[in-house]
């Protein structure tokens, strides 16, 4: 769909257009195929699977080179003689400049697929907004997330990929219900300095509508249409963004953010157990960080201690398998100080100083 876009911009002289596309190609090749695909790509062995997803990144990097070739032609070539001369000398043009440009295969496209991610995208990316608002980091879990779909068409093809928003939301469980009214409540307000001139003496039946207005109902419509339509005194008027204002109030407890593909509530209670499950998970990462500044093999045994304050160590002692399969450990010994020789970073956790002791095995 992105060649298809490119052309169609590029025939339009909508040059700047083109580059959209191809920006939000690369984000969403790097920062969700590539990132959700990391087990496949580092599985062992060489199996069916694990030749798909590099066969399919490859193909997207040679398709891209030849797209980016009139905006970026010296890293395109660059690309182009990595990926294509060194692997095929005989077979392939010379230069990324010597091809023709690619021409879309729609027959390939799977529209349903496109659109349904299309959503689960847009929903993850509301589910960060809310815990961005909410200062809840993304390692810490939360118990639910509700689900509210624009289009409830979609609404079969996202239970096949609720999984994979829990995942990306770090909730234990999500939900698709069919409205939100039990988490949020709607506020839309008129915007009287814009709508005076043309509403004039028929401003408080149009405050009026709009208070007695299905909230949600306008929020789609104005996210799909970008304008809204609603009845004052039996005559039509359509008001734009900047006409009217529609704002989420969430319950207690919960958060919420909205968009074109629906309606995200987060819930933000956060019980003992989740606290230490998010406790253990900074512990986690704050391991797997002193890995990379080390510059150990991604597959290299470590052995690690830790000293910390008792809720960081109460966070850890029933999640060890778990701590010992993620940081690739042959031993855990918890309430020690580093051995003489071993690697030693010492770091803070909600203000609760953790001593790491590494050491390979």
């Given at each position: ?21 191809l ?33 399919t990144l490859y ?7 030849r ?16 990926l ?33 991610m ?26 639910v ?43 839309v ?32 419509q ?16 359509s ?5 009217i ?8 407890g919960f958060?919420?953010?909205a968009?074109?593909?629906?309606v995200?509530?987060?819930g ?34 470590i052995?690690?201690t830790l ?18 399969r ?13 051995e ?22």
């Open positions: 769909m992105t060649n298809a876009e490119v052309i169609q911009k590029m025939d339009e002289f909508r040059v700047y257009d083109a580059t959209v596309a920006t939000a190609f690369v984000d969403a090749l790097s920062n969700w195929y590539v990132r959700r695909c990391r087990s496949r790509f580092w599985a062992t062995g060489l199996d069916a699977d694990k030749l798909d997803v590099h066969w193909e997207c990097l040679v398709a891209l080179a797209l980016l070739a009139p905006f970026l032609p010296y890293a395109t070539e660059e690309m182009w003689q990595n294509v001369r060194r692997a095929f000398p005989d077979s392939e043009a010379e230069s990324v400049h010597l091809c023709d440009y690619p021409e879309p295969d729609r027959e390939a496209i799977d529209r349903p697929l496109t659109r349904a299309g959503a689960v995208r847009e929903l993850v990316s509301l589910g960060l907004q809310v815990r961005t608002a909410q200062k809840l980091r993304i390692r810490q879990p939360l118990a997330a509700e689900l509210v779909i624009a289009e409830s068409d979609l609404a079969p093809s996202l239970r096949a990929h609720l999984d994979l928003i829990r995942d990306e939301l770090n909730v234990r469980k999500v939900d698709l219900v069919p409205n939100a009214d039990d988490y949020v409540t709607y506020n307000t008129p915007n009287f300095r814009a709508l005076g001139p043309r509403i004039g003496k028929r401003m408080p039946a149009l405050k009026n509508a709009l208070a007695e207005a299905d909230g949600a109902a306008l929020l789609a104005l996210e799909s249409a970008g304008r809204v339509a609603i009845e004052i005194d039996g005559e039509q008027f008001l734009g963004p900047d006409e204002g529609i704002s989420l109030s969430a319950r207690p958060a919420a953010a968009g074109p593909a629906g995200v509530v987060l933000t209670t956060l019980s003992e157990e989740l606290i230490a499950e998010g406790l253990f998970r900074e512990i986690l990462n704050r391991i797997q960080t002193f890995r990379k500044e080390l510059d150990l093999e991604y597959t290299g045994r052995r690690l000293a910390a304050a008792p809720a960081l160590l109460d966070a850890v002692r029933p999640r060890l398998d778990e701590l010992s993620e940081a690739l450990a042959i031993e855990v010994v918890v309430d020690a100080l580093p003489q020789g071993a690697h030693r970073r010492e770091v803070s956790i909600d203000g609760e100083p953790l001593t790491i002791g590494l050491s390979l095995a």
